[in-house]
């Protein structure tokens, strides 16, 4: 007695129920690798098997409400909003402490920019013209829109505490003393410095996170030992040794040639440096801080407006999790019908993972690390650029030495007498 053949019966092609459940299975191919998901297996192309996913996959999106996959998505930015009612208003109102109040406006500001720079960046906005979008997700820079939205809260907290209270107000939001100093001076018992105060406000908390970004840079280095422990690596670290210290002192003799005063002159010696960086260089030469801040914001943001053409022109490709676009703008790869990342690097992009990075791409990673510092290296990395490794080491060697040139003598006796001339 021989068996019937099995029917099978498969659903069409064009089906929109089953082209949901190919994007969500997709979507999920990851998490499918590593285990079993409730969504459709790749290859099953039974009824029962296709009805038994389909269920599973209603089950699953039915437990999941839209109002709660948005709470989770803007979890940060919800808790950051309710904090500044629930806690940082009662706190100055009941114990006159503005600081928690401080703390969580500038959360709350700072969730926002992220947030918007991020769903403008993912957004059919301006598709068309990427030339345009680029330059509009560079200026919305969390970093310049919570300095804008925290100086208008600042100045606005002061016309409602009242006429010549704006000192107060600021000196409450940051005194300027760093935590690290604080710390000195707490264990080993030393006074502070002159003129500093054992205040700390919501601005001096955000300025000691900032100052991390150069640990976290050198944690980065750490992944690419392959190209910095090399002849290229070795090249980078004598260029940015160099370039700061031509930027040091040739920045502060032309902003004297110039006419400009001594501070602001002096202003010029870390501009291309981190503001974490910057700033102890502008304190032992007695720069002006505010012409630095601005120089640095500028630069890095300046940077990022010209990587993408620039990048371009020269052939610097995106890494491999990317490929690089006519109009300067990096897309994912494209993906073939089992999920599965199809490789579109070219020849050159191989022959590099196999051999090293042309110098094309070193000099790229040296300029930018060099000139545009962490927010050029934070766009490399974005990129996957192969750029990316030798932009951190310049932009952290040239840091490095900035200061090393602005407080060591005898090169800050040096640096003093060129900006007195």
């Known amino acids: ?69 948005i709470c989770i998505s803007y979890s940060a930015l919800l808790a950051s909003f309710f904090s500044i009612f629930l806690i940082g208003t009662p706190v100055a109102a009941v114990a006159k402490e503005d600081r928690v109040l401080d703390g969580c406006v500038m959360w709350f500001v700072w969730a926002v920019a992220v ?39 600042t100045r606005g907290k002061a016309c409602a505490y009242g006429s010549g209270k704006l000192a107060d ?24 410095p002159t003129g ?29 030992q392959r190209q910095l422990f090399s002849s290229a690596g070795l090249v980078t670290v004598l260029i940015s ?17 110039f006419g400009l005063a001594m501070p602001e002159a002096l202003a010029f010696a870390a501009r291309s440096t981190t503001l974490a960086l910057a700033k102890p260089a502008m304190a032992a030469v007695g720069g002006n801080l505010g012409v630095n801040a601005a120089l640095v914001v500028s630069n890095g943001i300046l940077g990022q407006l010209m990587y993408p053409i620039a990048l371009e022109k020269i052939g610097v490709k995106a890494g491999s999790d990317g490929i690089s676009s006519g109009d300067g703008v990096s897309r994912p790869e494209a993906e073939d019908s089992e999920g599965v990342r199809q490789d579109r690097s070219d020849s050159n992009l191989e022959e590099q993972l196999r051999g090293g990075d042309d110098s094309a791409t070193i000099a790229a990673g040296i300029t930018i690390g060099i000139n545009g510092a962490a927010m ?8 996957k650029s192969h750029a990316a490794p030798y932009a951190a080491l310049a932009m952290t060697v040239f840091g490095v030495m900035t200061v090393v040139f602005t407080t060591a003598e005898p090169f800050r006796g040096v640096l003093i007498a060129l900006a007195s001339r």
Not at 122 to 136: Q, V, Y
Not at 170 to 190: C, D, E, Q, R, V
Not at 201 to 224: H, V
């Open 196 to 224: 500093a105060t054992a205040w700390f406000g919501a601005g001096d908390a955000a300025l000691s996170i900032l100052e991390c970004g150069i640990l976290i840079w050198g944690f980065k280095l750490y992944e690419c």
């Open 376 to 383: 050029g290296v934070s766009y490399l990395y974005e990129t």
């Open 1 to 69: 007695m021989t068996t019937p053949p099995r029917l099978e019966i498969s659903w069409p092609s064009d089906s929109a129920l089953e082209q949901s459940i190919n994007a969500l299975a997709s979507d999920r191919e990851k998490s499918r690798r590593g285990g079993s998901t409730p969504c459709l297996e790749a290859g099953s192309s039974t009824a029962t098997t296709r009805r038994s996913s389909l269920d599973q996959c209603m089950v699953y999106n039915t437990d999941t409400s839209p109002i709660w996959n």
């Open 241 to 257: 040794v160099s370039a700061a210290a031509g930027n040091v002192f040739l920045s502060v003799l032309s902003g004297r040639t």
């Open 115 to 153: 947030r918007l720079q991020r769903n403008f960046k993912t957004s059919h906005c301006f598709l068309s013209t990427p030339r345009l979008k680029n330059p509009l997700v560079t200026i919305m820079n969390p970093v310049l829109v919570t300095t804008l939205l925290m100086t208008a809260y």
């Open 169 to 192: 107000v600021l000196h409450k939001f940051s005194s300027g003393t760093p935590l690290y100093t604080l710390w000195t001076s707490a264990t080993t018992s030393l006074p502070l």
